[in-house]
């Protein structure tokens, strides 16, 4: 399974002219660990984190996953 999520942050982030930094602090993670989901090398993500991005991005969850069958990365 490969859960991606990372572009899509990065282009709702951009459109909704946030830093990544801003966007961090907002949903209330470090900048790291946005960076680590920015850069698909998160396993998972919890919902209430997911929940706060799409609350703030002003998007539903299904508009920044992407989810693809198969082997690992």
Same mark, same amino acid.
């Given at each position: 399974? &490969?859960?991606?999520?990372?572009? @899509? !942050?990065?282009?709702?982030? *951009? ?7 801003? =966007?961090?602090?907002?949903?209330? &993670?470090?900048?790291?660990?946005? @960076? !680590?989901?920015?850069?698909? *090398? ?7 984190? =997911?929940?706060?991005?799409?609350? &703030? ?17």
């Amino acid at each position: 399974m &490969i859960l991606e999520i990372g572009q @899509s !942050i990065q282009e709702a982030r *951009k459109k909704a002219k946030l830093t990544q930094k801003e =966007l961090a602090e907002k949903v209330g &993670i470090t900048p790291a660990n946005l @960076s !680590i989901l920015k850069t698909n *090398k998160a396993k998972a993500i919890r919902f209430s984190t =997911l929940e706060k991005i799409c609350e &703030i991005l002003d998007c539903k969850p299904g508009d920044i996953l992407d989810y693809e069958k198969g082997a690992e990365k």
